[in-house]
Every structure is written in structure tokens, then in C-alpha cells.
Nanobody, 121 residues
Framework: QVQLVESGGGLVQAGGSLRLSCAAS????????MGWFRQAPGKEREFVAA????????YYADSAKGRFTISRDHAESTVYLQMNSLKPEDTAVYYC??????????????WGQGTQVTVSS
């Protein structure tokens, strides 16, 4: 079992930046691919970005390409999501997940509690 705790959310103006962190504990961090998903009010949870276990390969939703960067630090057992040029439509609860990887929720077994990101116009 792995436990995930997100942090770094908050309120930011459009065009601003935030860096989300997800600290993992309880199991070998390097065994898992890590992903970020988000869920806006009244909408389904959607894929944002993912990074495979070694950190060499990353992939992004079209909405995140060019603005968001996912990275991981094995020494700290932490995955990050750097978000730049934020838009009001990025407002959502952001969730960290651990699993085999991919763009779908079903391939992730472990989830954090989420952190709120609010982007004002």
C-alpha cells in the first residue's frame, strides 16, 4: 500500500503559476508510475499528466501541454506538477495517483485526497 499526500494548491490569478507536490510513503515509490488528474465541479475526473517509474518518459493532456511539467524526485519520494500560465478553466481539485501508468483512472490503484486549485480571471 502506498499513501499519497498532495500539497501546493491555492488561489492564483490567471497567468500565474503554482507547483503541486505529492509525497508518497508506505511502499517503494520507484515501483510506480505517477499521474496527476483533476476534477472540476460537476465534471468527471480527467487526466492531466503522468510520468513513468524512471522519470524518463512523460505525457500530458492536450490542455496541459506547453504549460504544465510533471517531474519526480526518487530521493524525496515526491512527484511534482509545475503549472504555468494558469487559466480559469484549470480550476479544479487536483489528485495525485500511483499505478502502472497511462491516461485512464483505472490504471491507478492509489490516490491522494486532492488539493484545490482556483484560478481567478
Amino acid at each position: 500500500q502506498v499513501q499519497l499526500v498532495e500539497s501546493g494548491g491555492g488561489l492564483v490569478q490567471a497567468g500565474g503559476s503554482l507547483r503541486l507536490s505529492c509525497a508518497a510513503s508506505g511502499h517503494t515509490f520507484s515501483n510506480y508510475a505517477m499521474g496527476w488528474f483533476r476534477q472540476a465541479p460537476g465534471k468527471e475526473r480527467e487526466f492531466v499528466a503522468a510520468i513513468e517509474w524512471s522519470g524518463r518518459y512523460t505525457y500530458y493532456a492536450d490542455s496541459a501541454k506547453g504549460r504544465f511539467t510533471i517531474s519526480r524526485d526518487h530521493a524525496e519520494s515526491t512527484v511534482y506538477l509545475q503549472m504555468n500560465s494558469l487559466k480559469p478553466e484549470d480550476t479544479a481539485v487536483y489528485y495525485c495517483a500511483a499505478g502502472v501508468g497511462g491516461r485512464t483512472l483505472a490504471t491507478y490503484d492509489h490516490w491522494g485526497q486532492g488539493t484545490q486549485v482556483t484560478v481567478s480571471s
